[in-house]
C-alpha cells in the first residue's frame, strides 16, 4: 500500500528568499550550498511513508515512541559530539545549547514509553547506523559535524510548529506533556534565530573542497533519516489497517471536525 498522499509540510521557498546569495562567479556560502545541495534528499524524506502518514494523522502512539527512542539515540551521540567538540574551530560557531534536544525527547519518551521498554531494546539497524556515523565524525573528522546539527536543528526549526500541532492533535497527550521536544524555551524567535544559525555555517566551509565535503555529509544526514523512516512505515501501516478494519474512528473523527483534508500547513 502506497501511503504517500502527496502532502507538503511546508514547500521549501527559493533559497534566494532566506539566504545570501552568491556572489557572481564565487564560492557559495555555505548556508546558501547545504539548501541547494540537499533539496533532493529532503524532497525524498520528505515524501517518506511514515512522515506522511504522521502529517496525516495515521500515527499510534507506539510509533511515535519508537521515533523518539531513536530520535533520543541520535541526539544523545549528535550532542555527546558537538559538546566534546565545543573549542574545535569548525564546531564552535554551532555550538549552540538553546538548541539541545536530548532532554526534551526524554521527558516525552517517558510518557509515550512510560516502561522504558524501548531503550532496553537493542537500537534497530537504522538508528545503530546513524549513531555509529555520528560517532566516527566524533573521533575521525569532527568538522563534519555541522552537517548533522544543520540537518536536525534546522529541520526541527523549521517544521516543529506544525508537527506539534499535529502531534497534539492525533496523540492528545495530556496538558502540559508530551510535546517538549518541539518547544525551544531559550529561542523565542525561530526565524531570527534560523537567519543567525545560516550566518554562522557562513563562517565555515571556506574552501571549496570543505563545503563539498560537508554537504556530501548533510545528504547522508538526510538519508539517515530516510531509513529511519522507512523503518517506522511498518507501523504506521499497521496503524492504517487497524483503522481501516474498524472502520476507519480517526476519518469519521476529522471528518465531524470538518478536517478530511490533511491540515493546511505552514512554516517557520
Ligand atoms: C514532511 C516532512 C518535511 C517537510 C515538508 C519539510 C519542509 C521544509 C521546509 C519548507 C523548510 C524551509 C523552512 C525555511 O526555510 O525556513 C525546511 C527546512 C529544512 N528542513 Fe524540512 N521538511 C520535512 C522534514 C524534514 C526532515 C525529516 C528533515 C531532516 C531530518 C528536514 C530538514 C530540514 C532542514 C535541514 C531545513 C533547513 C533548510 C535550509 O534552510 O537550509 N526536514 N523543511
Known amino acids: 500500500m502506497n501511503l504517500s498522499v502527496n502532502t507538503s509540510l511546508h514547500a521549501r521557498p527559493p533559497a534566494r528568499a532566506v539566504s545570501p546569495t552568491r ?3 564565487g564560492q557559495a556560502p555555505l548556508s546558501l550550498a547545504l539548501r541547494e545541495g540537499t533539496r533532493k534528499a529532503h524532497r525524498l524524506v ?15 502512539r507506539r510509533a511515535y515512541a519508537r521515533l523518539l527512542a531513536a530520535l ?3 541526539y544523545s551521540a ?7 567538540h565545543r573549542d574545535h574551530p569548525d564546531v564552535r560557531a554551532i555550538y549552540l545549547p538553546a538548541l539541545a534536544r536530548r532532554d526534551a525527547l526524554a521527558q516525552d519518551l517517558a510518557l509515550y514509553d512510560p516502561t522504558r521498554a524501548l531503550l532496553r531494546e537493542p537500537p534497530s539497524p537504522a538508528t545503530r547506523a546513524y549513531v555509529q556515523r555520528i560517532l566516527q565524525l566524533e573521533r575521525e573528522a569532527p568538522e563534519l559535524l555541522v552537517a548533522h546539527a544543520y540537518t536536525r536543528y ?3 526549526l523549521s517544521g516543529g510548529r506544525v508537527l506539534r500541532g499535529l502531534v497534539q492533535r492525533v496523540l492528545r497527550p495530556p496538558p502540559g506533556r508530551g510535546l517538549e521536544f518541539y518547544r525551544f524555551p531559550a529561542i523565542p524567535d525561530p526565524v531570527a534565530f534560523k537567519h543567525d544559525y545560516r550566518a554562522r555555517l557562513d563562517t565555515l566551509g571556506t574552501s571549496p573542497a570543505r563545503a563539498q565535503a560537508i ?16 523503518e ?10 487497524l483503522l481501516l478494519r474498524s472502520a476507519n474512528p480517526f ?4 471528518h465531524n471536525a470538518g478536517e478530511d483534508r490533511a491540515p493546511e500547513l505552514v512554516h517557520t
Not at 517518506?48 to 502518514?53: C, E, I, L, P, R
Not at 549528535?78 to 566534546?84: C, D, K, Q, S, Y
Not at 517506522?232 to 489497517?241: D, H, K, M, P, Y
Open 154 to 156: 534546522l529541520g526541527d
Open 215 to 230: 554537504v556530501a555529509e548533510a545528504t547522508r544526514a538526510f538519508d539517515h533519516n530516510h531509513a529511519l523512516f522507512r
Open 232 to 241: 517506522l512505515e511498518g507501523s504506521a501501516l499497521r496503524t492504517v489497517l
Open 72 to 74: 533520543l539515540r541520535v
Open 78 to 84: 549528535l550532542e555527546r559530539a558537538l559538546e566534546r
Open 23 to 25: 556572489a557572481p562567479g
Open 46 to 60: 520528505e515524501s517518506a511513508g511514515f512522515v506522511q502518514a504522521l502529517l496525516r494523522g495515521v500515527v499510534d
Open 251 to 254: 476519518r469519521q473523527r476529522a
